[in-house]
């Protein structure tokens, strides 16, 4: 009966871990896990912005983004995603004579692609290739991400990651090119089997055309998150506030980056 009682328990821990082998720890940091083969997961990602539109006092701007994510294991390493991008702007005066306006718009449609080298939970760390292509009618993005991460006794979770991404984009007959570098990084305590709280750190850097040629702005982000996740269903919430920028206002970067963002993703497996 003792040994039959600790196998059943250990198949029940398995089974819980496996089903929740996808979820997410921090919302800007990605880790190197993949949704096991012929897993479905269903996400909703909601990121506030405030800031400054380029850098003008004149308005300040609220920006909601919308993605819906449908992710699909396709086999042990490889798991391939469908997002639907939404984005409802708000850009209210601070000057007399000034009026307010508002915008929502269909931002496109992306595909991601993430493929593991190394498994974190058989390997010292876990390495996985990342690629997001986005088309939205007159403007093209690809991004690439080299993705590190690492759980400790099933308490601490690390992750770190080398971002990409360039921007093409259709301008009155022109075409505008931008690139973004970006280094994240996170670490969070898991303090229950459910919930766990951490602090998830950001570096965003833009450049005109689609190299490292002329640097534009930076901006240095930095805050807290909270993590619960069921064997069902999980959510990811993180606060980040613009801490350094460069070239700055006060300290901090409107033209290239928001004053804070506020990111939820809510997960659900089938």
């Given at each position: ?29 990605y880790e190197s896990d993949v949704l096991p083969k012929g897993k479905w ?156 709280a951490g602090i998830e750190g950001r570096y965003r850097s833009v450049y ?34 613009q801490v350094a920028g460069h070239p700055s206002d006060g300290g901090l ?18």
């Amino acid at each position: 009966m003792r040994i039959t009682s600790v196998f059943s328990l250990a198949t029940l821990a398995a089974a819980l871990v496996s089903a929740r082998a996808d979820e997410r720890f921090f919302t800007y940091v990605y880790e190197s896990d993949v949704l096991p083969k012929g897993k479905w997961e269903f996400e909703q990602w909601l990121t506030y912005g405030q800031g400054y539109p380029g850098g003008d006092r004149e308005y300040s701007s609220h920006t909601w983004s919308f993605r819906e994510e449908m992710e699909y294991g396709l086999t042990e390493r490889l798991s391939g995603s469908l997002y639907l991008n939404f984005q409802s702007q708000q850009f209210v005066a601070r000057e007399e004579g000034l009026q307010n306006e508002s915008d929502f718009s269909f931002e496109g449609v992306s595909a991601e692609f993430k493929y593991q080298l190394l498994n974190p939970n058989t390997k010292p760390v876990g390495i996985a290739l990342y690629l997001e292509p986005t088309y939205n009618g007159d403007e093209i993005e690809l991004e690439e991400k080299l993705l590190f991460s690492k759980t400790f006794n099933d308490k601490w979770v690390t992750a770190l990651n080398f971002s990409f991404e360039q921007e093409w984009e259709q301008e009155e007959g022109t075409t505008e090119k931008e690139s973004i570098f970006e280094v994240t990084t996170g670490v969070a305590y898991r303090f229950t089997p459910h919930w766990s709280a951490g602090i998830e750190g950001r570096y965003r850097s833009v450049y005109e055309g689609l190299g490292f040629n002329e640097h534009l702005a930076t901006g240095w982000y930095v805050g807290p998150n909270v993590h619960y996740g069921s064997s069902k269903w999980w959510g990811t919430l993180t606060v980040l506030p613009q801490v350094a920028g460069h070239p700055s206002d006060g300290g901090l970067n409107y033209t290239e980056n928001e004053k804070f963002e506020v990111r939820l993703i809510f997960g659900i497996n089938f």
